[in-house]
DNA sequence: GAATATCTGATGTACGTTGCCCAAAATTGC
DNA sequence: GCAATTTTGGGCAACGTACATCAGATATTC
């Protein structure tokens, strides 16, 4: 009735406690016969580790570290003040949570910071990563000593990371097309794009997955030269503003990187019946408040919190030697309007 | 450092452990002078029971039960693997999910079935409820007996359950006309809506949330009476097929029971340049396919793998005596497109 | 066939909490 | 002030696992 414990295991395959302890926790000096014998047993009643008393005797701790990029990016900003919070909830649980900032864009500098680490202070690391070798031998080093490594936001998926945390961009840019499409079906015209940068690798997907639906199924929709707009609102005020002279027949736009407020600025003389459909990503204060006022029409989302505890749920597979698909929960790209703001 | 302990607090309070755990655990026979030294000893230190020490001990399992309606309809299918598939899940975690399925739209039998419920055989409900003084008696005579309940995805906020889980359907329903709406925005036409029945609470708030936007946001389109379907895909094949048929400027579809496999086939002769707009509820197999292959625009959905797991933690949060709100993750309405699928 | 080297068993303590028991102390009633 | 009662203390065995130690049992090797 009630499960099997290591007394169980250990009576059906006729060995000793000591014995059944040294197979489950990977402890040599065990024959390999007799291992099998252990093994079989295991099998056959069905046993499971009772990790809660396991941790319990062990005194464990799930010491984590997130590798965030310092600086006033808001959504980092956000993703640390959510694992600051998170770490807090999750104290009882066994799990403690520190962030380490490390600048931005700087692929030697994370590299650095991750030699630094010692693995004896650290049972699992989530890291923002740059993509670099010397990024890639640092993880693969940690790895090595038995520090799981997960990647978060942004992968490095030739590395030796043991698990993605984050959306799919291309899947992002994808989705805002379908939208924007749809939004301006029956309003022929042109639509713009406004990107931070096209040498960020997240903006690029982004921008290639809109091109792949729009092209293919909203034909009747013209799309226009990438704006880069440097995430910074002021840039991309004037851009935008220029081009709105310049086209009277805008009938959307997708803005997928940061300085939304250019795009509210840019619009704010339009007359709302002939404003162009508005998609754009991340809900922050300012992004919130134009889908209310109805300025913009939908904005694309990633969970950040849903991040960040799916990194501590798939570190906590990675140390207790399961599976983190199994543990790590979906996290999609989200679309929001007006009404199904949370 | 580490954290404190009973040892600490009884130490610091002055009294025997015994006390302590008499006051931890509610039991009487502790003064109030002596309960309130005990009290302050907790909060000085900061004390947090270690709960995977007190199960253990306790050798406690979390018993809850599910009670779906039964039959073909796949949202309710899907809740019940997700039940069974959360429950092998979560058996180490010391909680054993059971599901009972009980006829559809039929109140008197849920009622009787909850009446049949031995208090001591389980230690906390999840329902998916039906609105009926009877089901609210069941529901009020457990909570009494010190079975909690919760309601799931269909609420009823009048009644004894300790937690609802589950989507606002007033934003559900809104948020679908803001889709449908903007889909429809320059192609004027009349937009048909297809319920279940209109005596479940969730199909009449639906409606409700996507009139008052309807009628507020998009002038130009007519919403049609609803249609009720009763969830059944030949109904609504049918009755749909005699609203296309009489009405040839039907630009929108806002289908928010199940049976949508009706929908399918009612549309599947329109040609797609004539097919009006399509937004559903629910992601199934059926729907999932619709979309994928362009017969359906979008479909809003609540995951059920969230609200199962919710209901799971409000229950054991209820159980523990602790707030179900702050065990609860946020359960929003999710949009999704073809494109962003999970 | 002895000397190792390698396995295995038995036993005990610990983790933080629960829950039971019995004795000691404090409080109450008369 | 003594008995009856309530409140408290101290002890101890669980819960399922981890980990250490030491003695004993097999296998190898020469």
Request: glycine share 8%; hydrophobic share 45%; with cysteine.
């Given at each position: 009735m009630s499960r099997p414990t290591v007394h169980d295991v250990a009576r059906t395959a006729g060995v000793s406690l000591s014995t059944v302890d040294r197979v489950l926790n990977g402890r040599d000096g065990v024959r390999a016969a007799t291992l099998e014998r252990v093994n079989a047993a295991m099998r056959e009643l069905g046993y499971q580790r009772d990790v809660a008393a396991a941790n319990l005797s062990k005194r464990r701790r799930y010491r984590l570290r997130f590798f965030l990029p310092e600086g006033p990016n808001a959504f980092m900003r956000g993703v640390q003040d959510e694992v600051e919070s998170c770490?807090?909830?999750?104290w009882p649980e066994r799990v403690e949570l520190s962030v380490e900032t490390v600048p931005p864009f700087d692929a030697e500098a994370l590299a650095e910071r991750l030699r630094a680490v010692d693995p004896e202070a650290v049972d699992g690391l989530a890291v923002v990563a740059t993509d670099s070798a010397a990024v890639m031998a640092a993880i693969a080093r940690l790895v090595e000593a038995g520090v799981p490594v997960v990647t978060l936001v942004s992968?490095?998926?030739s590395s030796?990371?043991?698990?993605f945390v984050g959306i799919d961009n291309v899947v992002a840019g994808r989705t805002a097309a379908g939208l924007l499409g749809r939004f301006c079906r029956f309003r022929p015209g042109k639509v713009a794009v406004i990107a931070g940068s096209m040498v960020v690798r997240d903006h690029v997907e982004r921008r290639l997955g809109f091109e792949q639906?729009?092209?293919s199924e909203f034909p009747t929709l013209e799309v226009m030269p990438t704006i880069e707009g440097l995430d910074d609102a002021d840039v991309v005020a004037d851009k935008l503003g220029a081009l709105l002279a310049a086209h009277d027949d805008l009938?959307?736009?997708y803005s997928l990187g940061a300085g939304n407020r250019g795009v509210i600025r840019a619009l704010s003389d339009t007359p709302e019946a002939e404003r162009p459909a508005i998609v754009v990503h991340e809900l922050t204060p300012h992004t919130r408040e134009a889908l209310l006022s109805?300025?913009?029409d939908a904005?694309?989302?990633q969970d950040i919190g849903r991040e960040v505890r799916g990194a501590v749920r798939a570190l906590r597979a990675l140390i207790d030697g399961a599976s983190p698909e199994a543990a790590g929960e979906r996290i999609g790209v989200e679309v929001?309007?007006?009404d199904n703001l949370p």
């Amino acid at each position: 009735m009630s499960r099997p414990t290591v007394h169980d295991v250990a009576r059906t395959a006729g060995v000793s406690l000591s014995t059944v302890d040294r197979v489950l926790n990977g402890r040599d000096g065990v024959r390999a016969a007799t291992l099998e014998r252990v093994n079989a047993a295991m099998r056959e009643l069905g046993y499971q580790r009772d990790v809660a008393a396991a941790n319990l005797s062990k005194r464990r701790r799930y010491r984590l570290r997130f590798f965030l990029p310092e600086g006033p990016n808001a959504f980092m900003r956000g993703v640390q003040d959510e694992v600051e919070s998170c770490g807090s909830e999750m104290w009882p649980e066994r799990v403690e949570l520190s962030v380490e900032t490390v600048p931005p864009f700087d692929a030697e500098a994370l590299a650095e910071r991750l030699r630094a680490v010692d693995p004896e202070a650290v049972d699992g690391l989530a890291v923002v990563a740059t993509d670099s070798a010397a990024v890639m031998a640092a993880i693969a080093r940690l790895v090595e000593a038995g520090v799981p490594v997960v990647t978060l936001v942004s992968d490095l998926p030739s590395s030796r990371r043991g698990y993605f945390v984050g959306i799919d961009n291309v899947v992002a840019g994808r989705t805002a097309a379908g939208l924007l499409g749809r939004f301006c079906r029956f309003r022929p015209g042109k639509v713009a794009v406004i990107a931070g940068s096209m040498v960020v690798r997240d903006h690029v997907e982004r921008r290639l997955g809109f091109e792949q639906v729009m092209r293919s199924e909203f034909p009747t929709l013209e799309v226009m030269p990438t704006i880069e707009g440097l995430d910074d609102a002021d840039v991309v005020a004037d851009k935008l503003g220029a081009l709105l002279a310049a086209h009277d027949d805008l009938v959307g736009i997708y803005s997928l990187g940061a300085g939304n407020r250019g795009v509210i600025r840019a619009l704010s003389d339009t007359p709302e019946a002939e404003r162009p459909a508005i998609v754009v990503h991340e809900l922050t204060p300012h992004t919130r408040e134009a889908l209310l006022s109805g300025m913009f029409d939908a904005a694309i989302n990633q969970d950040i919190g849903r991040e960040v505890r799916g990194a501590v749920r798939a570190l906590r597979a990675l140390i207790d030697g399961a599976s983190p698909e199994a543990a790590g929960e979906r996290i999609g790209v989200e679309v929001f309007l007006r009404d199904n703001l949370p």
